[in-house]
């Protein structure tokens, strides 16, 4: 580390320090240096520099006085110390985002200390009402959720109703949920499944209902727990999409196994079908923007036309 | 004399004048700076960047009674200090607690909490992380213009926009900005990573005119953020698939309920979002109307059908 990068790093430290130490005359240093996280002779390294700071002409009573005794510190004459700086609008946003996150996940007490640091913290920012930044993780039965929680902690199974997306049909499964978590607006569950015998990754907001057993799990999480997003294998058979430019997301949001760039732009990508519905649900979504589609060698060649049997098959309703 | 202490002074100067204070009497005054000439005016300015980097508001003005002019420097005190929040022992370990669960992408709170009074997070059973919030460039410049009622202006659907940010929200994994658009005169939705290109900050604040309503607290959807004459959707899903779309749509959508199926009206501003939504239900689901929706709808599976 350079010195340059030391000294701007010790300078955010002190300027934050200074004003706490100022507000808690006569506090133990052990305990300063445990509250902003360095060693006690970091610290005492920290104060040798402050107690050299002051306005001209720098008589010793126009500096700051740092007074040390039994372990304990006083700071005096460092008003203009007095306040820390304010913070960067980076690290109130940082902030905001954290505890409205957290303050809104289904099942949180609304008036625990999280929603009321909340407000004080909006009205310090100049932010009239916390309502101005609005943070939602997902959307999950609350119930669901609690239960999916405590089961975790517990090390407990459950029973879920659950609908399977990729099979477009509802099963009923025993599980040991390790781990509960957000990601891209959805809520998920890594636990382990005893219908599938493997880890399994759950999206909350497709458990139809749970039933806590309050037997403990069998299985508990191993070093390797939260791999559980799904990895194809060489069972699964291949297709070859092409693609217009509107749908090139379609590369970034699935695991692709080829990317090829077309002379006019289009993408030609090659994908690993884990389930009939999912590719059904992407080509029938996708519509035009699909150019065409064809079976990679030792794929079922009616795989191809997964997008128009399922269209042809929703289009019965409309008869 | 070192660098850190250097700093210091230049800091504790600069907050305590009145008046902006010269280079050169800030050479004078301060320790540790190299005589006049090129060396002295490099350290300087190496010094302001630091302190600036570090985001300490360094205001340039005119010395008074000078001609022609000269540049002075001072640090307004109102701009610098942070406003004690008066946060509890509680209260600031709840906020600890929080930054652990839930992260925005990229920042580091470190900082903020040092300046929140320092606190290591609190004794106890290690927080498991629960997610981390992606981010994107134009939300600390919107977040701060909020704060500031700044007007903001950015290029969007091939239109350039200008606007009073009125309220950011994260749903569904994206990020929602509702402002008010100047240029069509009403309140309107804009996706942040639709946002074509930089969002520039106007300079003064309060230059946000508008007065934002409060948040309804409702989720919203990405058929609502589009250009398209709102129209009122019908939508009738089948029991194996109601509930889910119960908790997408919401109970205040539902206008008829019955063991087969459950059915909703929504409004509709974006068709393809809409379609995308009602497609994704396979053939759970039927759009009853309006016709133009269901003709398009229809027309749309014909041509995937005839592939």
Request: hydrophobic share 40%; with cysteine; net charge negative.
């Amino acid at each position: 580390m350079s010195a340059r990068i030391t000294a701007g790093h010790r300078m955010k430290r002190v300027l934050s320090m200074v004003p706490w130490l100022v507000a808690h005359p006569g506090v133990a240093v052990a305990e300063a240096a445990a509250r902003f996280g360095i060693s006690e002779k970091e610290l005492l390294d920290d104060l040798n520099v402050v107690w050299l700071v002051g306005l001209p002409p720098y008589t010793p009573d126009s500096l700051v006085e740092v007074v040390l005794d039994d372990g304990r510190v006083w700071i005096h004459y460092a008003d203009f110390f007095k306040r820390p700086l304010k913070l960067t609008p980076a690290q109130a946003l940082a902030l905001v985002v954290s505890s409205d996150a957290l303050a809104s996940v289904p099942g949180a007490d609304p008036a625990g200390a999280l929603p009321r640091a909340l407000d004080k913290l909006a009205g310090s920012l100049g932010l009239d009402t916390t309502e101005r930044v609005d943070v939602d993780l997902g959307i999950g039965d609350p119930a669901v959720l609690t239960d999916l929680r405590a089961a975790a902690e517990a090390a407990t199974e459950v029973e879920i109703d659950y609908y399977s997306y990729n099979r477009d049909a509802e099963t009923t499964r025993r599980i040991a949920p390790w781990r509960v978590f957000a990601d891209a607006g959805a809520w998920y569950v890594d636990a382990w499944c005893h219908l599938a015998n493997g880890e399994r990754l759950f999206r909350v907001d497709r458990v139809a209902a749970l039933r806590a057993t309050g037997e403990p799990s069998t299985h508990l999480p191993g070093p390797d727990a939260g791999d559980a997003v799904f990895h194809p294998d060489e069972r699964h058979p291949r297709v070859t999409l092409e693609l217009e430019n509107e749908a090139a997301w379609v590369a970034e949001y699935y695991p692709t196994e080829s990317v090829e760039v077309l002379d006019d732009g289009a993408l030609r990508v090659v994908l690993a079908v884990t389930a009939d519905a999912w590719l059904e649900r992407l080509l029938v979504r996708l519509g035009p923007a699909v150019r065409s589609v064809t079976t990679v060698a030792g794929a079922p060649a009616d795989l191809a036309e997964a997008g128009a049997r399922a269209a042809a098959r929703v289009l019965r309703r409309y008869d | 004399m070192s660098k850190l202490e250097r700093l210091l002074n230049l800091t504790a100067v600069l907050l305590e004048t009145r008046r902006p204070l010269s280079a050169e009497e800030i050479r004078t005054q301060i320790e540790g700076y190299p005589p006049p000439g090129p060396s002295f005016r490099r350290t300087f300015e190496r010094d302001k960047d630091e302190l600036r980097g570090l985001g300490i508001p360094l205001v340039v003005e005119r010395v008074p009674g000078t001609d022609p002019p000269i540049d002075g420097y001072r640090i307004p005190p109102e701009d610098y200090h942070l406003p004690d929040p008066g946060l509890e022992p509680d209260e600031l370990a709840a906020l600890h607690l929080a930054s652990l669960a839930v992260r925005l992408e990229g920042l580091d709170d470190t900082e903020a909490f040092w300046k929140l009074g320092g606190g290591a997070a609190p004794e106890g059973a290690p927080v498991a992380p629960i997610t981390e919030v992606p981010s994107h460039p134009a939300l600390v410049p919107l977040f701060s213009s909020i704060s500031n009622k700044q007007r903001v202006r950015f290029r969007y659907n091939d239109t350039d926009r200008e606007v009073d940010p009125w309220r950011l929200d994260f749903q569904r994994g994206r990020w929602y900005l509702t402002a008010f658009d100047h240029s069509r005169g009403e309140e309107r939705n804009f996706r942040l990573d639709r946002i074509d290109g930089s969002v520039v900050v106007d300079d003064v604040r309060g230059s946000a005119t508008s007065e934002p309503p409060l948040a309804d607290g409702r989720t919203r959807h990405s058929w609502e953020y589009g250009e398209d004459e709102p129209v009122t959707a019908r939508l009738r899903v089948d029991a194996v698939r109601a509930d889910w779309a119960r908790r997408q749509l919401g109970d205040d959508a539902v206008v008829a309920d019955d063991a087969e199926a459950t059915t909703f009206e929504v409004e509709v501003r974006n068709t393809d979002a809409f379609r995308s939504f009602v497609l994704d239900l396979l053939d759970h689901a039927e759009l009853e109307g309006p016709p133009a929706l269901r003709d398009d709808l229809v027309a749309w599976l014909r041509a995937v059908a005839a592939r």
